[in-house]
């Protein structure tokens, strides 16, 4: 009886991956030098003087994916990438479409339009970047993105090495990894937010996910972890790691449970409704008051969260002011006077709610937290949307204070995360399925009953 059997590769690397053809070596190449390049656009003095506009050469891996697919036109592949497009795209719809409502009813200046509109293109390149880069390399991809990343940030060490001098800035990376993160000078002007944050993805990912089959394997991930927490420590983000610490706890314990994928749903339905409780204690303030009577440093947060307060309604009738209105509101603050430095407001959770107003964030909260969780989970199985509850969980703590949910490489890693690991999963699950034995399969066969019977 003959079966088709998928040949695998159970690399260090790939854990149990199909045996597809690897996109060419340049193809590989240019993908990467255009990630790699795409990053050094976090670099403080290129950020300075350029903004976000280094990430557009992330298009590059785009084209080098159309380019891959002209050669080879290999539409499975295509279509199985292809796949995650509109569940992606929906809440580019969902930014589109509530912003254009907003920007026509309120008449809103062209300024702020053409700033917001940028900001969803930003966002619309994560997502075709992360679709193209798990065509190409499917569940390689995230140690691809991971090698990428490794690269980015020892270049921006190496490119601010000069300033300081060997000496001290070794002394200096030796000292924030002993007093973890505590530093000043080089240390300091190694502090890149997007991708630090983006290695606390990559922290849950080989911590808790990562293949671990053979003992290569194994050493392969405990290094990529030494890495993360290292660049973590020189990126001056030690808040992150406690929020790695917590939810690696909670996949702990959702691998104890029989039914994970109920426990998957249900935390995305309670971060739902926390995201109300945590807008509400901020609108009135007893967060704050909480967190200062136990001695927290709140870095000014007090001010920034409250500046808001007379220009939106915490009520389900807010319309919202529009992608980008909270970034206007800052403007006028710092030209009056109120602010010295046109600080972001640290709350993405709050700056959302401006922004996209009740219904907007409502459904933004629902795609997030309710209908991704189920369709990773029932699309790709529950360690999958466990692996991407994980991440939520991680990035929801984050964007309680910080500036996270817009980020370029943590929308990235967000996506590309769970897509890559779908293929592992899709290749592991792949059932044999009964054909017809070829003629040279057939007469192998009447061979060895032959053989058999005549000894």
């Given amino acids: 009886m003959a079966f088709a059997r998928t040949q695998t590769d159970a690399g260090p690397l790939a854990g149990t991956l199909s045996k597809r053809?690897?996109?060419?070596?340049?193809?590989?190449?240019?993908?990467?030098?255009?990630?790699?390049?795409?990053?050094?656009?976090?670099?403080?003095?290129?950020?300075?003087?350029?903004?976000?506009?280094?990430?557009?050469?992330?298009?590059?891996?785009?084209?080098?994916?159309?380019?891959?697919?002209?050669?080879?036109?290999?539409?499975?592949k295509f279509k199985k990438a292809a796949r995650y497009l509109p569940l992606f795209l929906s809440v580019i719809a969902l930014y589109t479409l509530v912003s254009m409502y907003i920007w026509i009813t309120s008449f809103t200046n062209m300024a702020v339009i053409s700033r917001g509109a940028q900001k969803i293109l930003f966002q619309l390149i994560t997502i075709i970047y992360a679709v193209c880069m798990c065509y190409l390399f499917e569940a390689r991809a995230v140690n691809?993105?991971?090698?990428?990343?490794?690269?980015?940030?020892?270049?921006?060490?190496?490119?601010?090495?000069?300033?300081?001098?060997?000496?001290?800035?070794?002394?200096?990376?030796?000292?924030?990894?002993?007093?973890?993160?505590?530093?000043?000078?080089?240390?300091?002007?190694?502090?890149?937010?997007?991708?630090?944050?983006?290695?606390?993805?990559?922290?849950?990912?080989?911590?808790?996910?990562?293949?671990?089959?053979?003992?290569?394997?194994?050493?392969?991930?405990?290094?990529?972890?030494f890495l993360c927490l290292f660049f973590m420590l020189v990126g001056l983000k030690r808040s992150a790691l406690p929020a790695v610490a917590a939810v690696a706890v909670f996949v702990f314990i959702a691998r104890q449970v029989k039914r994970p994928d109920r426990l998957v749903l249900g935390t995305g339905i309670t971060l739902f409704a926390f995201l109300y409780v945590f807008l509400y204690l901020v609108r009135t303030g007893i967060l704050v008051d909480f967190l200062e009577s136990l001695g927290v440093d709140l870095m000014g947060r007090r001010l920034l969260w409250s500046l808001p307060n007379p220009y939106y309604e915490f009520s389900p009738l807010w319309k919202g002011l529009g992608f980008e209105g909270v970034t206007e509101l800052i403007g006028r603050w710092y030209d009056s006077g109120i602010l010295n430095h046109p600080y972001p407001l640290h709350n993405d959770i709050l700056k959302l709610f401006i922004e996209l107003g009740a219904p907007g964030f409502t459904l933004w909260a629902l795609i997030n937290y309710i209908w991704y969780p189920w369709y990773w989970t029932k699309r790709c199985g529950a360690k999958c949307g466990l692996l991407y509850m994980a991440l939520l969980c991680y990035m929801t703590v984050t964007y309680l204070t910080d500036n996270t949910a817009l980020y370029f490489w943590s929308s990235v890693g967000l996506r590309l995360i769970p897509m890559s690991f779908s293929y592992r999963r899709d290749d592991t699950t792949r059932k044999e399925l009964w054909r017809p034995p070829s003629a040279e399969e057939a007469a192998s066969e009447i061979w060895a009953i032959e053989m058999r019977g005549s000894m």
């Fill in 144 to 225: 691809v993105l991971f090698f990428c990343m490794c690269m980015t940030n020892g270049a921006i060490m190496l490119l601010e090495m000069p300033k300081y001098g060997l000496v001290e800035s070794v002394s200096s990376v030796v000292t924030c990894v002993l007093t973890f993160g505590e530093a000043e000078g080089y240390v300091r002007a190694l502090e890149i937010h997007d991708i630090t944050f983006l290695f606390g993805q990559f922290l849950l990912y080989y911590l808790m996910f990562a293949p671990k089959e053979s003992k290569r394997e194994k050493h392969i991930r405990w290094l990529n972890v």
């Fill in 21 to 76: 053809k690897a996109p060419p070596r340049a193809v590989t190449f240019l993908a990467v030098c255009c990630t790699v390049f795409a990053g050094l656009g976090d670099w403080k003095v290129l950020n300075e003087a350029l903004g976000g506009l280094p990430k557009v050469i992330a298009l590059g891996a785009i084209v080098c994916a159309f380019m891959n697919f002209l050669v080879e036109a290999d539409f499975d």
